[in-house]
């Protein structure tokens, strides 16, 4: 395994603690950069990567998992955080969930927990902190940007998607076109999109589309299970 973490003697004592328990830790990083360079060189099991790194120490981390989970599908990542941060969670662990995992730095104290994780990481498991588990089933449901709209409005969005004129709109629904427009106006202001002129309203409509029809088929595709758990 690679180890990604900035701080020396954190890092340097991770390490250690892992080859006690008979893990191969074949190198060290202090940044995302040297953590990309040596994955695609060393092609490792799995690497355990800080989620802040320099230099923003924000989400350095995170990217570069992310970007490892796209270049090098059969590399393990398994991210530790000092804390859950949901958003940055569900972006590692929703689409292709395997070979992945997200926990707490406090996993660490126990090693033996924590060498199970990094096996069934490599195993091809995702293993998710428990706490994010817990809180993100008491986390309010993700709003659908189209929740307002009615379904002849959907209707008509789905069209101006495709491409459609307001003429050709109203032809397929056999309206006028005089009601298109209104629907078009009614989603507009619905969907609260920008009011600037240089702004393609109607391109902002079909972005806000598109999202609705990812964000539905992420919630359909992605499932988080609890840690050491084997998605199928």
């Not at 230099?55 to 955080?81: D, F, K, M, W």
């Not at 008509?156 to 006028?176: K, N, S, Y």
């Amino acid at each position: 395994m690679i180890l990604a973490e900035d701080a020396v003697l954190i890092r340097e004592g991770l390490a250690r603690l892992l080859t006690e328990q008979g893990v191969d830790v074949v190198a060290q990083v202090g940044s995302a950069d040297e953590l990309l360079q040596l994955v695609a060189s060393e092609l490792p099991d799995v690497a355990v990567i800080d989620i802040r790194m320099p230099p923003t120490y924000t989400n350095e981390g995170l990217l570069a998992a992310q970007e490892i989970r796209r270049e090098h599908p059969r590399v393990g990542t398994l991210v530790l955080s000092q804390y859950v941060e949901v958003e940055y969670a569900l972006k590692l662990i929703t689409g292709t969930s395997e070979r992945v995992g997200y926990l707490l730095k406090d996993r660490i104290v126990d090693a033996a927990e924590f060498v199970a994780a990094l096996e069934r990481v490599a195993a091809g498991e995702t293993v998710v902190e428990p706490s994010l588990v817990a809180e993100l089933l008491h986390a309010p449901a993700i709003r659908d940007p189209l929740a307002e709209l009615t379904p002849r409005e959907r209707e008509v969005l789905a069209l101006v998607a495709q491409g459609r004129t307001d003429r050709g709109i109203g032809e397929d629904l056999f309206v006028t076109r005089k009601t298109v427009e209104a629907h078009v106006r009614s989603i507009l202001r619905k969907l609260d999109l920008p009011a600037d002129a240089s702004e393609n309203r109607r391109v902002h409509a079909v972005l806000a589309f598109l999202r609705a029809g990812d964000v539905a088929t992420h919630e359909s595709a992605s499932r988080t299970t609890p840690a050491g758990a084997v998605v199928d």
